[in-house]
């Protein structure tokens, strides 16, 4: 009787891995449905040009689970960003910034999709014929089957918009590299400049402190 169940424990053991892998390579990345942007704690609303910027963070759960990758696991920060413009013309996000500043004046710029993705997919080199995940290529003989479908996830959460039109919200997310940031979220902002108006004509800054309701304080 001891035999068999000894015997059968890898067994099981395999299976529930299995399990557990068929339920991850099903789920897909759904973008949270943004409310309007002055209806978030954090937030920075310019009223004479009747745009509102704001954040919400997601670095832990329930929020995180939205993600199939645990961006957490490699530091790092995802924050949801939406702008509401509210006035009757469009603004421009052609070259716009993003920009974290930490409570301890440091500042990181928000990363670009092959910098999260070289993170999240632990790549580090290439081979004389590497596979690709996107334009990345990976090592050879990678034994990270995921990557595909994390470059598919960063690909469609990146906040991506050119243009926010009138009386319209706009939403994605930004993603920060806080690996060796002590308490990255406390004191911390997000600014965002480079928005211009239909004249094109940038707006003044936007500082959204961030509160991080909701959400884990990353160590």
Not at 161 to 187: K, W
Request: with cysteine; net charge neutral.
């Amino acid at each position: 009787m001891f035999s068999r169940r000894f015997l059968s424990a890898p067994a099981v053991a395999l299976a529930v891995l299995l399990c557990a892998f068929s339920l991850w390579a099903a789920k897909e990345f759904v973008m949270p449905r943004p409310e309007n942007a002055n209806a978030y704690p954090s937030k920075d609303a310019h009223t004479n040009e009747k745009v509102t910027a704001a954040i919400d963070v997601y670095n832990a759960p329930p929020k995180s689970n939205v993600f199939i990758t645990p961006y957490a696991e490699d530091d790092i920060l995802p924050v949801f960003l939406v702008i509401t413009n509210d006035g009757d013309q469009p603004i421009a996000l052609t070259s716009w910034r993003a920009e974290l500043v930490t409570g301890g004046r440091g500042k990181l710029e928000s990363l670009t999709n092959d910098d999260v993705f070289r993170r999240v997919a632990h790549i580090s080199g290439s081979s004389t014929s590497p596979q690709r995940a996107g334009p990345i290529p990976l090592p050879g003989n990678s034994k990270n089957k995921k990557a595909p479908k994390q470059w598919q996830e960063i690909q469609a959460a990146n906040f991506a918009a050119e243009a926010v039109e009138p009386h319209t919200t706009r939403a994605g997310f930004l993603f920060f590299d806080v690996q060796n940031v002590r308490q990255p979220l406390q004191g911390s902002h997000i600014y965002l400049t480079g928005i211009k108006d239909a004249s094109g004509t940038e707006l003044m800054y936007f500082d959204i402190p961030v509160i991080a309701s909701n959400a884990a304080t990353v160590q």
